[in-house]
C-alpha cells in the first residue's frame, strides 16, 4: 500500500457543483496534513492545513479522520479557476513529507 | 517579499553528462527540501537540510545524486552521470519551521530532459 492515496480522478463537474477529494494514508502516527494545488506546469502551491477539528476557508472545507487515516477537500460552488491538480501532503517522519499522486479537477461552464 | 527561486528553469542534458540545479529558498527560511516530481505523480522526497546540515537524504535515489548547502541558504543539486530515468521537474521547498512537518513554499522548478 503507498504512504499517501489520492482518486487520480479526473473529476469533472460543472460550475457551482459541489465536489470532493479524499486521500488515505498509512502511518498512524501522521500529525501534518495540508491540501497544495498545483496548476499545469507549475509548482505546487499550499491551498490550505487540515486541522482536527476541521477547518473552512471561503468555499474551500478540510477535514481529518484519524480513525480511519484519511483526509478530504470539499470544494462549494465550484469557479472554472478550481480546475488544477489538488496534492494532499502528509508528513511521515520528523523530516519530511510524503504527497499523494494528486486529483485532477476540471470544471467546465 | 521574494518566494524561493530554481535556477536553471530547463535543463536538456546528454545522457551521461552532469548536471547542477541552484535552488535559492526564502530568505531566512531554515528548512530546504529538494523533491523529484515524474510527470503525472507527486512531489517525491529526495533530502531535507536544516540550515546547513544534511540532516536527511534517505530520498536520493543513488550516489548519482548529491545535495549540498554549504552557507545554510543557496542549495545545489548535483546529479551525476545522468540517465534517461532521471528525466523529473526538481522542486525546491523552503520552509521557516525546522523539519517535515510544517507548510512549505515550492519554487518553480527545474525541468530535466535527459536525451
Known amino acids: 500500500r503507498k504512504e499517501v492515496e489520492q482518486d487520480p480522478g479526473p473529476f469533472n463537474v460543472p460550475e457551482g457543483a459541489t465536489v470532493a477529494f479524499n486521500c488515505t494514508y498509512s502511518n498512524s502516527a501522521s500529525q501534518s496534513f495540508f491540501w497544495y494545488r498545483q496548476d499545469c506546469r507549475k509548482e505546487p502551491k499550499l491551498l490550505m492545513s487540515v486541522y482536527s477539528s476541521g477547518n473552512e476557508d471561503g468555499r474551500f472545507t478540510a477535514q481529518l479522520n484519524r480513525a480511519s487515516q484519511y483526509i478530504s477537500l470539499l470544494i462549494r460552488d465550484s469557479k472554472l479557476s478550481d480546475s488544477a491538480t489538488y496534492l494532499c501532503?502528509?508528513?511521515?517522519?520528523?523530516?519530511?513529507?510524503?504527497f499523494g499522486a494528486g486529483t485532477r479537477l476540471t470544471v467546465k461552464p | 517579499g521574494a518566494g524561493v527561486s530554481q535556477s536553471p528553469r530547463y535543463k536538456v542534458a546528454k545522457r551521461g553528462q552532469d548536471v547542477a540545479l541552484r535552488c535559492d529558498p526564502i530568505s531566512g527560511h531554515v528548512s530546504l527540501f529538494w523533491y523529484q516530481q515524474a510527470l503525472g505523480q507527486g512531489p517525491e522526497f529526495l533530502t531535507y537540510?536544516?540550515?546547513?546540515?544534511?540532516?536527511?537524504k534517505s530520498g536520493l535515489p543513488s550516489d548519482r545524486f548529491f545535495a549540498e548547502r554549504p552557507e545554510g541558504s543557496v542549495s545545489t543539486l548535483k546529479i551525476q552521470r545522468t540517465q534517461q530515468e532521471d528525466s523529473a521537474v526538481y522542486l525546491c521547498a523552503s520552509s521557516s519551521r525546522l523539519g517535515g512537518a510544517y507548510e512549505q513554499y515550492f519554487g518553480p522548478g527545474t525541468r530535466l530532459t535527459v536525451t
Open positions: 537540510f536544516q540550515n546547513e546540515a544534511q540532516l536527511d
Open positions: 501532503a502528509v508528513n511521515l517522519g520528523i523530516n519530511d513529507m510524503r
